[in-house]
């Protein structure tokens, strides 16, 4: 039943490590998102995709690396993690990115913390 | 590039009294706005949108906002609210035509309705 799916939920780690989050809709979206929300509750788009395309990067540092196998699947791969990498971080989808009005529905988020 | 001031932090509030939550925006071209809200340890969703036509936009759970060009301003209202709108509330925008469907995001507004 969940429109936007996201694991892991919680992902605690080490400085230094290599970790995913992935991502998944079964909305038959074409537009999918990365979002980052920090301890502030600020929240910042890092990556767009559609249709497996990239869209929009958002000054992201290159450890980010965002993969879209297919248009219902979008994984965020972050080497060498830091400590500024912790945060929330959310996936959305949204219809194709032709009209910029289109609602973004959200996953439920990813609690990254970097020890 | 646009961006999104939510002027209030937060937002303590009595059960049944009404709240508005301000939310500014500045941009050089035409905007959709959007009023997202998250409650605790969730993602976010959709409360309302303002794309063209009349200015007051209805949403659910009892939202409204108005949308004023003159002041670049988009506040939302609810004329009695409950325990269960304790949550944060977010203002974004996107630019009308940009590529990706980027959505700004204000800072947040916390409401914390009290009995």
């Known amino acids: 039943d969940t429109a936007v799916s996201q694991t892991p939920k919680y992902l605690v780690t080490q400085m230094g490590n290599d970790k995913s989050i992935k991502c998944e809709q079964n909305?038959?979206?074409?537009?999918m998102y990365w979002y980052k929300q920090d301890s502030k509750k600020f929240l910042k788009i890092m990556f767009s995709y559609n249709n497996k395309e990239l869209i929009i990067n958002e000054t992201v540092p290159n450890r980010f690396s965002p993969k879209s196998p297919d248009k219902a699947h979008l994984n965020l791969h972050i080497n060498s993690l830091e400590l500024g990498d912790s945060a929330v971080y959310f996936c959305a989808s949204s219809q194709a990115s032709g009209g910029s009005h289109n609602e973004q529905f959200f996953g439920p988020g990813t609690r990254l913390t970097v020890l | 590039a646009q961006s999104v001031t939510q002027l209030d932090s937060q937002v303590p509030v009595f059960e049944e009294a009404p709240v508005e939550l301000r939310c500014n925006y500045s941009s050089s071209v035409s905007v959709y706005l959007f009023w997202y809200v998250q409650y605790p340890n969730q993602g976010l969703q959709l409360l309302l949108k303002y794309l063209s036509g009349s200015t007051l936009v209805k949403g659910i759970n009892g939202f409204e906002a108005e949308f004023n060009k003159s002041q670049t301003s988009f506040h939302l209202r609810k004329p009695s609210v409950h325990i269960s709108d304790t949550a944060e509330y977010f203002c974004a925008v996107s630019e009308a035509g940009a590529a990706g469907n980027k959505l700004t995001f204000g800072g947040g507004t916390r409401v914390l309705v009290k009995p």
């Open positions: 909305l038959g979206h074409d537009t």
